[in-house]
């Protein structure tokens, strides 16, 4: 336990590294950096890592990122792209290769990577010519209409052809005075780099750019990793976005993607009249790999080596505790509540900051077991 964790506040944050594996599971992430580590094709490789909330898939990610950047050898550029940090803000296609070409930037400052990094920006803002644009006049068009509204029910009021007039013009002036005050000086600005980027395309045609990007990707000694996680948090359009940037690149050579989802969720979400789910999500993985499920016993044993820390904190608390009593009622009903990871986390966190609440200058303030089952009621 961090010592200025003394609530374990900070126990639900995932494991970073293999060392700190307490469920057995470091091996399943060494084999998985090998095999990402040692593939190589003409292709891309699509990976997903599926596991039910709570099943650990971040700590899994984590130690599988940890083994590939300790590795000698084929050490992939690992770049982690979170399309549900960008969907609130609807910028997940355009801030993709961004995001990415920033990365490579950041990471290799070699000659080919400074290559690479701005053949990616250029890609990404041919694809994302326009979309400024379509964007702002969505996003004006509630303005716009309410003041279309307002103007016009006056006009219908004005028999004047003078005052109609006028409001026609105002209805003009502000609409205008509207578009500028929604789309603001960031969209201009962004309607000056697309409009940059769109005359620069015209030198080279996306083909062309996307055969000098296949040719750099190609000569890299290391494959590109991209990580997308929480992607069952995403609405069912913005994870078609994010899977259709997927299948859009997975010509590229020597790039992995590490996509990590609940499949059920994401299944349901993408079904619809035309096509399953299940089917779609086919097309696109090539190697679809499901968490190892944590063994019961483990999950208890977590459960109980924290208890035991807490207990340990206050010796009249050790000295109050009914083992048999506590046995008999996690066994007879508790034990229900702890089938996953984040619930035994979840649990223990507000239990070590009730527990102490009731530390007594010479003794524990309630009964220990007492305390452990109500908690456990309040909490599930």
Same mark, same amino acid.
């Given at each position: 336990?961090?010592?200025k964790?003394?609530?374990?506040?900070a126990?639900?944050?995932?494991?970073?590294?293999?060392?700190d594996d307490?469920?057995?599971?470091?091996?399943f992430?060494k084999?998985?950096?090998?095999?990402?580590?040692d593939?190589?094709?003409k292709?891309?490789?699509?990976?997903?890592?599926?596991?039910?909330?709570g099943?650990?898939?971040?700590?899994?990610k984590?130690?599988?990122?940890?083994?590939?950047?300790?590795a000698k050898?084929?050490?992939?550029?690992?770049?982690?792209?979170s399309?549900?940090e960008?969907?609130?803000?609807?910028? #997940?296609?355009?801030?993709?290769?961004d995001?990415?070409?920033?990365?490579?930037?950041?990471?290799?400052?070699?000659?080919?990577?400074?290559?690479?990094?701005?053949?990616l920006k250029?890609?990404?803002q041919y694809?994302n010519t326009?979309?400024?644009?379509?964007?702002?006049?969505?996003?004006?068009l509630? $303005?716009?209409?309410?003041l279309?509204?307002?103007?016009?029910?006056s006009?219908?009021f004005?028999?004047?052809?003078?005052?109609?007039?006028?409001c026609?013009?105002?209805?003009?002036?502000?609409?205008g005075?509207?578009?500028?005050?929604?789309?603001?000086?960031?969209f201009?600005t962004?309607?000056g780099?697309?409009?940059?980027s769109k005359?620069?395309?015209?030198?080279?045609d996306?083909?062309?750019? &996307?055969?000098?990007l296949?040719?750099?990707?190609?000569?890299r000694k290391?494959?590109?990793?991209i990580?997308m996680?929480?992607?069952?948090?995403l609405?069912?359009?913005?994870?078609r976005m994010?899977?259709?940037?997927?299948k859009?690149?997975?010509?590229?050579?020597?790039?992995v993607?590490?996509l990590?989802?609940?499949?059920?969720?994401?299944?349901k979400?993408?079904?619809?009249?035309?096509?399953?789910?299940?089917?779609y999500?086919?097309k696109?993985?090539?190697?679809?790999f499901? #968490?190892?499920k944590i063994?019961?016993?483990?999950?208890?044993s977590?459960?109980?080596?924290k208890?035991?820390?807490?207990l340990?904190?206050?010796?009249?608390?050790?000295?109050?505790f009914?083992?048999?009593?506590?046995?008999?009622?996690?066994?007879g009903?508790?034990?229900?509540?702890?089938d996953?990871?984040?619930n035994?986390y &979840?649990? $223990?966190? $507000?239990?070590?900051?009730?527990f102490?609440?009731f530390k007594?200058k010479?003794?524990?303030?309630?009964?220990?077991?007492?305390?452990?089952g109500?908690?456990?009621?309040?909490?599930?």
């Amino acid at each position: 336990m961090n010592p200025k964790d003394i609530y374990s506040f900070a126990s639900d944050r995932p494991i970073k590294k293999t060392d700190d594996d307490l469920l057995d599971r470091a091996e399943f992430a060494k084999d998985l950096a090998l095999a990402i580590s040692d593939w190589r094709s003409k292709d891309s490789l699509v990976i997903a890592l599926h596991g039910e909330w709570g099943s650990g898939k971040s700590s899994i990610k984590n130690m599988t990122l940890s083994v590939l950047e300790q590795a000698k050898d084929n050490t992939p550029d690992i770049i982690q792209f979170s399309p549900w940090e960008w969907a609130a803000q609807e910028k #997940i296609t355009a801030s993709f290769f961004d995001e990415i070409s920033k990365s490579i930037g950041r990471k290799d400052r070699s000659k080919a990577g400074k290559k690479l990094a701005a053949t990616l920006k250029r890609y990404g803002q041919y694809l994302n010519t326009g979309e400024s644009i379509a964007s702002g006049l969505v996003n004006a068009l509630p $303005t716009l209409f309410v003041l279309v509204t307002v103007l016009g029910i006056s006009g219908s009021f004005i028999e004047s052809d003078l005052l109609k007039g006028i409001c026609t013009f105002l209805l003009v002036l502000l609409g205008g005075w509207a578009g500028v005050l929604k789309w603001g000086g960031g969209f201009l600005t962004s309607l000056g780099i697309n409009a940059e980027s769109k005359a620069e395309a015209e030198k080279a045609d996306l083909s062309e750019i &996307r055969s000098e990007l296949s040719q750099l990707l190609a000569d890299r000694k290391s494959p590109l990793l991209i990580v997308m996680d929480d992607l069952d948090r995403l609405t069912t359009e913005q994870l078609r976005m994010s899977f259709q940037l997927v299948k859009a690149n997975l010509e590229f050579p020597n790039v992995v993607f590490l996509l990590l989802f609940q499949r059920d969720l994401v299944e349901k979400k993408l079904t619809d009249d035309k096509q399953n789910g299940r089917d779609y999500l086919e097309k696109i993985i090539q190697v679809p790999f499901d #968490i190892p499920k944590i063994e019961i016993s483990k999950l208890h044993s977590l459960l109980f080596g924290k208890l035991n820390q807490l207990l340990e904190q206050d010796k009249s608390a050790q000295k109050m505790f009914d083992s048999n009593r506590w046995g008999n009622l996690f066994h007879g009903a508790l034990h229900a509540y702890f089938d996953n990871l984040r619930n035994v986390y &979840r649990y $223990t966190s $507000t239990l070590s900051f009730h527990f102490g609440l009731f530390k007594g200058k010479s003794v524990f303030e309630v009964n220990p077991v007492d305390l452990i089952g109500i908690e456990c009621i309040r909490v599930f």
